[in-house]
């Protein structure tokens, strides 16, 4: 089955600084890669997915970049702000697994002011 | 357009207790996803159900768990005779479908077994 594997398991960043999270996998199968961000006590919430027959996309400050060939994914956050502040989750979906998700096993981020 | 919808948003149970977790999906998704969520962990995929259905349970504990998805009405994750270790965040996601859909999370049932 997959195996979703994610650095580092905590990120702290000066406000308006870069974050970068990475992800890699193991079923060359798999073909959905979302990001979800987990404020605490809260659900997680999709923030961008790519599809694997794309190799980037990017919504304002948060872009993903995908390496099918090297099979890892990475999530940037540019201009980081306090808000940003949470744990993030990769996850990996196989066109096969029934639709289910595979999550890494989150990164704790902290934007300080 | 209400979003998945799960209760109780909190839930203290003894040992030896029977926890009901619900989850009503997304109007119109026909596809529920459970994922358990252990304290500063990642989520862990139990099990996927459409309506009257079980497709795949493969993430699910031999013992004691089970779930369904009636015609009508929620999910429900049942959990009989609840130890310590079931505590956690229990997920619901539904999805229109499986494949190039998005799965939308409720806020999830924190389970606490005292």
């Known amino acids: 089955g997959e195996n979703v594997e994610q650095h580092p398991s905590t990120l702290s960043v000066q406000e308006g600084d870069s974050a970068v999270i990475k992800c890699t996998y193991s079923d060359s199968a798999s073909n959905y890669f979302p990001w979800y961000k987990q404020e605490l006590g809260k659900r997680p919430q999709l923030i961008i997915d790519?599809?694997?027959?794309?190799g980037e996309k990017k919504d304002q400050r948060i872009a993903v970049t995908l390496n099918k060939t090297a099979k890892h994914f990475s999530l940037h956050i540019t201009e980081t702000q306090p808000e940003d502040s949470a744990v993030y989750f990769c996850?990996?979906?196989?066109?096969?697994?029934?639709?289910?998700?595979?999550f890494g096993a989150g990164t704790q981020v902290v934007v300080t002011p | 357009n209400a979003g998945v919808m799960q209760n109780p948003r909190h839930l203290v149970r003894r040992r030896g207790q029977e926890a009901r977790l619900r989850c009503s999906p997304v109007k119109g998704h026909s596809h529920v996803y459970w994922y358990r969520q252990l304290p500063e962990e990642g989520l862990k995929f139990m099990v996927y159900?459409?309506?009257?259905?079980?497709?795949?349970e493969s993430g699910m504990p031999k013992e004691r768990f089970s779930a369904e998805f009636p015609k009508e009405g929620p999910s429900i994750l049942r959990i009989q005779q609840v130890v310590r270790g079931d505590s956690a965040a229990y997920f619901c996601?539904?999805?229109?479908?499986?494949?190039?859909?998005?799965?939308?999370f409720g806020q999830g049932t924190r389970l606490t077994v005292v």
């Open positions: 159900l459409q309506k009257e259905n079980i497709i795949d």
């Open positions: 996601a539904s999805s229109p479908g499986q494949v190039n859909t998005e799965a939308f």
């Open positions: 996850a990996a979906r196989a066109s096969d697994s029934w639709g289910k998700l595979q």
């Open positions: 790519i599809r694997s027959n794309v």
